[in-house]
Nanobody, 124 residues
Framework: QVQLVESGGGLVQAGGSLRLSCAAS????????MAWFRQTPGKEREFVAT????????GYAESVKGRFTISRDNPKNTMYLQMNSLKPEDTAVYYC?????????????????WGQGTQVTVSS
């Protein structure tokens, strides 16, 4: 099992920045692709960004490209999401996820472990 705990969410004004963290424990953090997803009430969980174990491969949803940056620090078993130029439509609960493989994907079903989520609220 891999346990994931998100932190760093909060309330920010439009145009501001936040950095989310995802701390992993349990089975090895390495050799796993990781990702961020987000969800708003009544909607399906949507892909935000993904990163391979080495960090060499990343992918982003079109809606966040150029504004969000995903990264990871494997010795610290932590993944990050730097969010800049935030918009009200970025408001959601953000979840981190880990896969059992190093294949990066944008599909919820490809990830095996999930955190509990952290709320991000962007005011206009």
């Amino acid at each position: 099992q891999v346990q994931l705990v998100e932190s760093g969410g909060g309330l920010v004004q439009a145009g501001g920045s936040l950095r989310l963290s995802c701390a992993a424990s349990g089975r090895t953090f390495s050799s796993r692709a990781m990702a961020w997803f987000r969800q708003t009430p009544g909607k399906e969980r949507e892909f935000v960004a993904t990163i391979s174990w080495s960090g060499a491969r990343t992918g982003y949803a079109e809606s966040v490209k150029g504004r969000f940056t995903i990264s990871r620090d494997n010795p610290k078993n932590t993944m990050y999401l730097q969010m800049n130029s935030l918009k009200p439509e970025d408001t959601a609960v953000y979840y981190c996820a880990a896969a059992n493989t190093d294949w990066t994907h944008d599909s919820v079903g490809r990830y095996d472990y999930w955190g509990q989520g952290t709320q991000v609220t962007v005011s206009s």
